[in-house]
C-alpha cells in the first residue's frame, strides 16, 4: 500500500501543477514534497510527473495513478474523521448539494443543530460526482442513481410567481396550459422545474417556445419582477412577486428532494440517522417559508 503522505502529496501536485504550491496548501516544506513524490514514483516503479514549462504534467503511469490516488486519499481522510466521530460521540458529515437548496435547507438545518460540518455547492446534474470526491450525502431534485442509497424527503409544489397586475394573477393558482401561452422563465434546462414542465407538456403535444431561462431562482425571479413574464420556481417569493400554485389539469404539480449516500460508506448507518433528521426538518422549514413569505405579502 502507497503512504498517505506520498499519495497527498501526489495529489496536490496534481491540482496545483507544481511542488512549491503543493507544499503551500499541504503546509510542508517544498524539499517535503519532493521527496515525497520521489518515494510514491520508488513504490510505483516509474516517474509520475515530467516538469515541463507550464509546471508539472503527468505521465502515463501518472495518469493511471492518479483516480486510484484520489480516491485511497479520500477513503483515508474519511475513515480518520469517522473514527475521531465515534470516539468523540460525534457525527459529522459534508453535504453536496445546489446553492439555492445549501441555502434555504442545508443552512437552517446546521443551524438547528444537524450534524454537517460543510456543503460542496454543485449544480443539480454535478452534485451526485461529489459523492466520489470527498461528500458524504448528496441532496438534490435530481433523481438518485441506482447504485446510491436514497431517500426522498420531501416533494416540492411548483409555484407561478409573478407581479400582482399580471393577468394570470387574478385567480387561486395557474394552470400549465395558460402559462405556455405567453413568456415565462425558469431555472437552467435539467433544473427540477423544467423537467416536470417539459414532460407534462410533451405529454399533450404543447409548445414550450415561449420558455427562457436563468442561472438560478433569484435570477429569474428578478427578471420577472422586471417584467419578463411569470417564473416557475420552488422557492418563496422575493421582489415583490406573489406566489400561485401551478397547476395541471387542475393537479399541483411537483418534484421530489432527494437524499442520496454510497451503499459502501463508512460511516452509512449515522448517514441515514442524518437524512431522517433532515427529512423531520424539512417537512416543517420548507412549508413554513412560504408561509412566512406569504405573511409579509399581506
Known amino acids: 500500500m502507497y503512504g498517505e503522505r506520498e499519495l497527498e502529496a501526489f495529489v496536490a501536485v496534481l491540482d496545483c501543477g507544481s511542488v512549491s504550491l503543493a507544499a503551500e496548501r499541504l503546509i510542508r516544506t517544498q524539499p ?30 501518472g495518469e493511471r495513478l492518479e483516480p ?30 445546489p446553492e439555492m437548496t445549501s441555502v434555504l ?50 416533494d416540492l409544489p411548483l409555484y ?17 396550459r395558460d402559462l405556455l401561452a405567453g413568456p415565462f422563465l425558469t431555472s437552467g434546462v435539467g433544473s427540477a422545474a423544467w423537467t416536470q414542465i ?28 422586471a417584467g419578463h413574464g411569470p417564473c ?4 418563496p417569493p422575493r421582489f415583490g412577486l406573489i406566489s400561485k400554485p401551478l397547476l395541471h389539469r387542475g393537479t399541483p404539480m411537483q418534484c421530489a428532494l432527494y437524499a442520496s449516500w454510497e451503499r ?12 431522517d433528521e433532515l427529512a423531520a426538518f424539512v417537512a416543517d422549514h420548507v412549508s413554513g417559508l412560504h408561509e412566512k413569505a406569504a405573511l409579509r405579502a399581506l
Open 160 to 176: 407561478c410567481q409573478l407581479p400582482s397586475d399580471h393577468p394570470l394573477a387574478a385567480g387561486d393558482a395557474v394552470e400549465l
Open 68 to 97: 486510484m490516488a484520489r480516491d485511497l486519499v479520500r477513503r483515508g481522510r474519511r475513515a480518520r474523521e469517522v473514527m475521531s466521530g465515534i470516539v468523540q460521540n460525534e457525527r459529522s458529515f459534508v453535504a453536496a448539494a
Open 198 to 225: 417539459q414532460r407534462a407538456a410533451e405529454g399533450e403535444a404543447w409548445s414550450l417556445e415561449m420558455a427562457s431561462f436563468g442561472a438560478d431562482a433569484p435570477i429569474v425571479q428578478a427578471r420577472s419582477a
Open 32 to 61: 517535503t514534497v519532493s521527496r515525497q513524490i520521489a518515494s510514491l514514483e520508488r513504490q510505483v516503479g516509474a516517474a509520475l510527473f515530467r516538469r515541463m514549462p507550464q509546471g508539472m504534467v503527468t505521465t502515463y503511469a
Open 105 to 154: 435547507v442545508l443552512a437552517p438545518f446546521i443551524a438547528r443543530g444537524g450534524p454537517i460540518s460543510d456543503v460542496v455547492v454543485a449544480t443539480p446534474a454535478e452534485t451526485y460526482d461529489r459523492l466520489r470526491s470527498g461528500a458524504d450525502l448528496a441532496v438534490t431534485t435530481s433523481p438518485p442513481d441506482s447504485r446510491l442509497r436514497s431517500r426522498r424527503i420531501l
Open 232 to 235: 416557475v420556481v420552488v422557492e
Open 264 to 275: 459502501a460508506h463508512y460511516a452509512r448507518d449515522d448517514i441515514r440517522a442524518v437524512i
